[in-house]
């Protein structure tokens, strides 16, 4: 199939109004879908007739209840050349044990702080989504339903003869580092750094390099699907513009040769083998659908006189819960924008926070971070832990002339949730741990000496 153009690489121009939705993919979000890799594959006026075109099996697959409400009913109608009933055989429990679900406890003797790693090395080895896959924080739990799971995914090999589907989670991919092909039940996506692709519980897919070592991004949601979030008083325009989602179209596998069917469920990995790959679904209508999103479509919206905004206003998915306004998962971004703010300190506020925040650097450097967080390095924010410039930063924001200022090259990023995060043993042992990460803060002195001034010389004495 046809595969998607990129606009281009950060730092150059805006995708602009040429950019159309590209072969292969149909844009918007949260949509009723229809499409067909054979003409005349999906039935028209009906889901189930008594016999579906070109002897395909027909079949729904439901991500809510049957009986959710219209605006959160997730459901699509598959037509495909094997019913998902001869895609399973007798189980196997297989040991996968660096991918870890919730609950888990904190690491042995890891106490509780502020953290940093550095970027997991790109491997040597023979990786793939499954067995690259590295544990970094749990929350909540798989089996309630409830919390996420951050990870950093190292791929090197292709599942060509294997094929994953997450029971536990959907699976929010933020691309780093590396090109990753995702061929899906309902059609193939492709993301780069900038990207990020969003698979439904339950979706079987294959995951492969396209060419080169991959470093991702992987949040598991456990919890209610992702949307995008309320705009509130921002009204209908900016943030993430549903016109940018797409979805790909329908695509099959037609092969009658062994593969192997890994089943992720309540944090256990099972596996069977079946003599045909299970991708085979050649038409497909609804809107439970896998989706990719180019983060450089993100409209930015912020301050233009004076204080730095809340940094919700970077939401670009969210994963409710029954309390109002209260995320079980924020996916955020601070991408490419302009500092215009007058009189106004423009990075980030210290702060202390409800939440807990799993952040990583897809590109360039953070604005509230002189050293240390490279591309592909993570930190963590755990609940009402301080955090905010390190010293250098707020030197630097605290004296800066300022003039209209542009930041770019730059796009960092939280998985922020409601729930305390778990650091997993590999995580506290065999990651690139930055032991003296709070020493970032160790340089803010005290500058109160009782005038309104206040202790500003140049030379910090």
């Not at 007739?49 to 729904?60: I, T, V």
């Not at 297989?94 to 106490?111: D, H, N, R, T, Y």
């Not at 009189?343 to 990583?360: C, D, Q």
């Not at 922020?416 to 042992?429: I, K, S, W, Y």
Request: charged fraction near 20%; proline fraction near 10%.
């Amino acid at each position: 199939m046809n595969r998607p153009e990129r606009p281009g690489n950060f730092g150059g121009n805006h995708p602009g109004y040429s950019l159309a939705t590209p072969p292969g993919f149909m844009p918007g979000f949260g949509n009723d879908f229809e499409t067909e890799a054979l003409p005349g594959a999906l039935p028209i006026g009906q889901n189930s007739p008594q016999r579906a075109p070109y002897g395909l099996y027909a079949e729904q697959l439901s991500g809510s209840p049957f009986t959710a409400p219209r605006g959160t009913n997730e459901r699509s109608w598959l037509y495909r050349i094997r019913p998902s009933v001869r895609h399973t055989a007798p189980f196997r429990a297989i040991s996968v044990p660096q991918w870890l679900s919730a609950p888990q406890p904190m690491a042995e003797g890891f106490a509780l702080g502020q953290y940093r790693w550095n970027p997991l090395p790109l491997p040597s080895e023979p990786l793939t989504f499954v067995t690259g896959m590295r544990t970094i924080t749990t929350a909540g739990s798989a089996a309630d339903q409830s919390g996420m799971a951050a990870h950093i995914a190292l791929i090197t090999e292709p599942m060509e003869r294997t094929v994953l589907i997450n029971a536990d989670a959907e699976m929010l991919i933020v691309a780093q580092e590396g090109r990753l092909e995702i061929r899906t039940e309902l059609g193939v996506m492709l993301i780069g750094p900038g990207e990020i692709a969003i698979v439904p519980r339950g979706m079987a897919a294959k995951y492969a390099p396209e060419s080169g070592p991959v470093r991702a991004y992987v949040c598991e949601n456990y919890g209610a699907k992702l949307t995008l979030p309320d705009r509130g008083p921002i009204g209908a325009n900016c943030l993430a513009n549903p016109r940018d989602f797409r979805t790909p179209i329908a695509a099959y596998e037609d092969i009658d040769e062994p593969h192997e069917v890994i089943v992720k469920w309540c944090g256990s990995f099972n596996a069977c083998e079946i003599g045909h790959s299970p991708l085979d679904v050649v038409a497909w209508h609804g809107n439970y659908a896998p989706y990719q999103y180019d983060l450089r479509t993100f409209s930015p919206v912020g301050a233009i006189l004076f204080d730095h905004p809340d940094p919700s206003i970077f939401t670009v998915l969210t994963s409710p819960t029954g309390e109002e306004g209260t995320a079980n998962i924020d996916f955020v971004i601070f991408p490419e924008r302009w500092l215009v703010a007058e009189h106004s300190f423009r990075p980030p506020w210290y702060h202390r926070n409800i939440m807990s925040e799993f952040m990583g650097n897809v590109l360039g450097r953070y604005d509230a971070k002189e050293e240390g967080f490279s591309p592909g390095a993570v930190s963590l924010h755990n609940q009402m832990l301080p955090h905010g410039p390190d010293t250098d930063a707020f030197e630097k924001a605290s004296r800066v002339d300022l003039a209209p200022h542009k930041l770019s090259d730059t796009l960092a990023f939280m998985f922020e949730t409601r729930l305390p995060q778990m650091v997993t043993p590999f995580a506290a042992q065999g990651a690139p741990l930055q032991r003296d990460y709070a020493a970032c803060w160790s340089g803010l002195r005290k500058r109160f000496d009782g005038t309104v001034e206040g202790n500003w010389s140049e030379d910090g004495a």
